[in-house]
């Protein structure tokens, strides 16, 4: 099984920066896409950005030219920097990581969450 975990949410004045985590752990071939998810209160679950295997990226409109996603491949690991931050970007941010077990299985597996709070 393949084990996510995001860290780095917290409390941030608008106009701050944030740089989120997400670690994925366990029985792992090969981590494929991974995506950032948020979810606000009374607000459809939005994904706001995409890399893939190749390293390809892609945004949502609401985030482009602020969020900046990355991955570490030796680590695993998929950051989600955020930068001029909103009260609008306040939601629980989840990740979504689309693997491949060493037995050979392709699923997606999720975090539980972290939330980031902008102030005004």
């Known amino acids: 099984q393949v084990q996510v975990v995001e860290s780095g949410g917290g409390l941030v004045q608008a106009g701050g920066s944030l740089r989120l985590s997400c670690a994925a752990t366990?029985?792992?071939?090969?981590?494929?896409?991974v995506n950032w998810i948020r979810q606000a209160p009374g607000k459809q679950r939005e994904i706001v950005a995409i890399i893939t295997t190749g390293g390809g990226t892609s945004y949502a409109d609401s985030v482009k030219g602020r969020f900046t996603i990355s991955r570490d491949n030796a680590k695993n690991t998929v950051y989600l920097q955020m930068n001029s931050l909103k009260p609008e970007d306040t939601a629980v941010y989840y990740c979504?990581?689309?693997?491949?077990?060493?037995?050979?299985?392709?699923?997606?597996?999720w975090g539980q969450g972290t939330q980031v709070t902008v102030s005004s």
């Open positions: 366990g029985s792992i071939f090969e981590i494929n896409s």
């Open positions: 979504r990581v689309w693997a491949t077990t060493q037995s050979q299985v392709y699923n997606n597996y």
